[in-house]
Nanobody, 118 residues
Framework: QVKMVESGGGLVQPGGSLRLSCTGSITIVSRNAMGWYRQAPGKEHELVAVIRSGGSINYVGSVKGRFAISRDNAKDTVYLQMNSLKPEDTAVYFC????????????RGQGTQVTVSS
């Protein structure tokens, strides 16, 4: 079964940066809309950024201008560059294939914890 593997999270001070990586076990990144989601404690997951197979990109309003999603098809990897991090960005981040409804398709891995705190 295909599972994504996320990495790159950690503890960072407000205003800092992190780069998350997500690699698929088979070649799915280039063929699908891939998204980064996040889930904070006690909250529903939220689609933060999506990159489609044709290259179009969308972000949730709260991260526009601060986060950047990209993809390396040759490495079957999708990235999320996060700059100017805020405490409210604290969550478990995971990547997945994005379905037509915007919900994750179910290929996510364990996720990676991002904590923004001074």
């Amino acid at each position: 079964q295909v599972k994504m593997v996320e990495s790159g999270g950690g503890l960072v001070q407000p205003g800092g940066s992190l780069r998350l990586s997500c690699t698929g076990s088979i070649t799915i990144v280039s063929r699908n809309a891939m998204g980064w989601y996040r889930q904070a404690p006690g909250k529903e997951h939220e689609l933060v950024a999506v990159i489609r197979s044709g290259g179009s990109i969308n972000y949730v309003g709260s991260v526009k201008g601060r986060f950047a999603i990209s993809r390396d098809n040759a490495k079957d990897t999708v990235y999320l560059q996060m700059n100017s991090l805020k405490p409210e960005d604290t969550a478990v981040y995971f990547c997945d294939v994005v379905t037509g409804s915007g919900e994750p398709a179910g290929y996510r891995g364990q996720g990676t914890q991002v904590t923004v705190s001074s």
